[in-house]
């Protein structure tokens, strides 16, 4: 197939969806490439090494206008009519934003979404969810890091101890595990909470404290235990006892990183804004919830901001940046899906009876087909 990798035009959007490495392969499996050139720029992945992989550079349009365009995010109103009919397009489309869907559907684009993927064992290595929020995870803790005024870790000097910082971990799905890890690697004391009993488990094995808000009635524990290992939002009652633990423990803590989502809803509000009022001055909140609503209601979406004396991260892309790795990340992911829709003569052949496959359709021949 002609595949076109363009650059991504969103605002701050640093990531690219190939790179050398699985461009390569591409080109190795029978496939032409197309790379708008500067597309890996912002990623540090540069015109000569994709042409040194076999691809030709090209024009936005060129990349735009192949069979099987690659992207990391939903085609924009300026990309779509650069975009051929019946063209396959593979990226994080946004399966959630119904507008946006028909539009592509409206372009007759053949859609896959990545995000939609189920979250089983063989999914698991082109799951762009968890590649790029492991990577928001990690970076939440260094922002934090370089925005506390104070050291991290414990530490004895002949002038005298400084104590060890205290981080909150709101949320422990895959952003929230890896911020517990990286910040218990920079000697931080952790505690964690999440709704999903199974939670725990991870949260201890990790050296980090489960902050625990026990369930009162059947229905909490029920509603608690989520789909396909995916939350639900909790009864009203388990939320203000949550909120109450909640606050008491963000009122000790010098970092708190917040990751709490539910698949298609808001994000749950789990740190109040009379809570941060209470927090010590010169502690941070990283918001990773901040495109969706937020977990805090005072942090900013795209903003670093200071309110009470605590510092409010509500940057909204952390995988861009460290566009290197969350590329190469992204780009495997891509290259795992293909093997799914693509046959061994490298011709398109969707094996629309997959479960993956078929999660991640949301689009073709004129329609939405994303199943909600
Ligand atoms: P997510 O990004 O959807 O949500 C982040 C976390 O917020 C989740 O752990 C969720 O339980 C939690 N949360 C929601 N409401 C909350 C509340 N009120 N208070 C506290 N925490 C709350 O999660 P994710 O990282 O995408 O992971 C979702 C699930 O998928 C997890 O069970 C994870 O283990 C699983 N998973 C499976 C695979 C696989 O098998 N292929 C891959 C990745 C993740």
């Known amino acids: 197939m002609h595949i076109g990798i363009p650059r991504e035009t969103r605002d701050g959007e640093t990531r690219v969806a190939a790179t050398p490495e699985t461009v390569k392969k591409y080109v190795g499996g029978k496939h032409t490439v197309v790379v708008e050139r500067g597309a890996g720029n912002a990623a540090r992945y540069l015109d000569e090494a994709y042409e040194a992989a076999g691809a030709t550079l090209g024009s936005a349009q060129e990349a ?50 990545l995000e939609a993927a189920p979250r089983i064992t063989r999914a698991q290595s082109l799951d762009v969810l968890s590649s790029q929020a492991n990577l928001a995870g990690y970076k939440a803790v260094l922002l934090a890091a370089h925005h506390y005024g104070r050291l991290i870790p414990m530490m004895m000097t002949a002038a005298g101890t400084l104590k060890a910082a205290r981080a909150v971990v709101l949320g422990t799905g895959v952003a929230g595990l890896q911020a517990i890890a990286t910040a218990k690697r920079l000697g931080a004391v952790v505690e964690a909470s999440d709704v999903r009993p199974a939670a725990r488990e991870q949260v201890e094995s990790l050296g ?25 939002p909790m009864p009203p009652a388990w939320m203000a006892r949550q909120a109450a633990l909640v ?37 941070v ?28 991260i509500g ?20 290259l795992d899906f293909l093997k799914l829709i693509i046959n061994a003569d490298g011709a398109l052949a969707i094996q ?15 329609n939405v087909t994303r199943r909600s």
């Open 64 to 113: 735009l206008g192949a069979e099987l365009v690659m992207k990391v995010r939903a085609p924009s109103a300026a990309e779509l009519p650069q975009m051929k009919a019946g063209a396959v397009v593979i990226g994080m489309l946004d399966p959630f934003d119904a507008e946006g869907l028909a539009q592509m559907a409206g372009a007759g684009l053949t859609g896959f979404a």
């Open 208 to 232: 980090a404290k489960f902050i625990d808000v026990p369930f009162e009635t059947d229905e909490e524990r029920e509603i608690a235990q989520g789909v396909g290992g995916y939350a639900r």
């Open 247 to 283: 606050s008491e423990r963000c009122k000790q803590a010098d970092i708190v990183i917040t990751t709490a989502l539910i698949p298609g809803r808001p994000a749950p509000t789990l740190v109040s804004a009379e809570t941060v009022a209470a927090m010590k001055p010169g502690s």
């Open 285 to 312: 909140l990283v918001d990773l919830a901040v495109e969706r609503g937020g977990n805090c209601p005072l942090s900013e979406k795209g903003k670093v901001v200071e309110k009470h004396g605590v510092t409010l």
């Open 315 to 334: 940057l909204t892309n952390l995988p861009g940046l460290v566009a290197t790795d969350a590329s190469a990340l992204y780009a495997r992911n891509i």
């Open 352 to 366: 629309r009876d997959d479960e993956i496959v078929a999660a991640c359709l949301v689009c073709e021949g004129g």
